[in-house]
């Protein structure tokens, strides 16, 4: 899995560069990433500092604690040999960006092809990503799918339909163990969460949450999924972060 810290003390930049991540996602299916949004670099150095490590840093600059050059400075000297990428809404500092080795410096808006860009030219440096893959047994054979381009899994009459990013479905053959059973691999995996009795779905294709449904982008078509009641709360809270 590739790890991602995105550090920017902006809420609304925040939302976007997950944004352009989640789109990235959808663009690069065998590609495995997670990441985690952190709203001050304190806190991120924090992490770092008790030992947690992410293949790509994308960080803001101007930041009220700890500005994000000089968090840059602090990762190296804690050895820390991941990839720096700064966006930042001023051109003043590419300079003293380069200091602490990093990899790209874009000044903001940055738009989607631009983010996209940079993420393959970061992600080009990691020759041993390993996409995990999910083995469905259905009548036709195995078929084995990346996590990445699993958007949901649907139960119904003793099998498993799994929805993908191209918008195919695989269906698997009768299973005889419960379906939080039968997928206990996926469940693992942070990306997915179980918002109902007879399905499950991939974080990174959420799209809306409301009181009833769980919206998700399938293969370019919005499809909405009912939320149980008494999962809503645990639901709301996670996809929430």
Not at 3 to 16: M, N, W, Y
Request: hydrophobic share 35%.
């Amino acid at each position: 899995m590739l790890k991602i810290a995105v550090c920017d003390d902006d809420g609304f930049e925040a939302v976007l560069i997950s944004t352009y991540l989640r789109e990235y996602q959808k663009l690069h299916t065998t590609i495995d990433l997670h990441y985690d949004i952190f709203q001050s670099a304190t806190d991120l150095y924090h992490c770092l500092d008790s030992g947690k490590r992410y293949d790509i840093y994308l960080l803001d600059i101007i930041m009220p604690d700890i500005d994000g050059l000089t968090l840059g400075k602090k990762m190296r000297e804690l050895n820390i040999e991941g990839t720096i990428i700064y966006l930042t809404s001023s051109k003043d500092y590419a300079l003293d960006a380069f200091q602490v080795y990093a990899l790209q410096y874009l000044v903001k808006p940055i738009s989607l092809e631009t983010f996209c860009e940079t993420m393959d030219k970061a992600i080009g440096k990691f020759d041993d990503i390993q996409a995990p893959t999910y083995t469905i047994n259905s009548v036709n054979g195995a078929h084995k799918v990346h996590y990445s381009s699993i958007v949901y899994i649907e139960c119904s009459k003793h099998t498993l339909c799994f929805h993908l990013s191209d918008g195919t479905e695989i269906t698997s053959k009768n299973i005889r163990v419960p379906f939080e059973v039968a997928i206990e691999e996926l469940l693992a995996d942070s990306r997915f969460i179980r918002i109902h009795q007879s399905y499950v779905v991939n974080l990174s294709y959420a799209e809306n949450l409301n009181h009833l449904t769980f919206t998700v982008d399938c293969g370019g078509i919005m499809k909405n999924l009912p939320i149980s009641r008494n999962r809503f709360s645990e639901v709301k809270k996670i996809y929430s972060k």
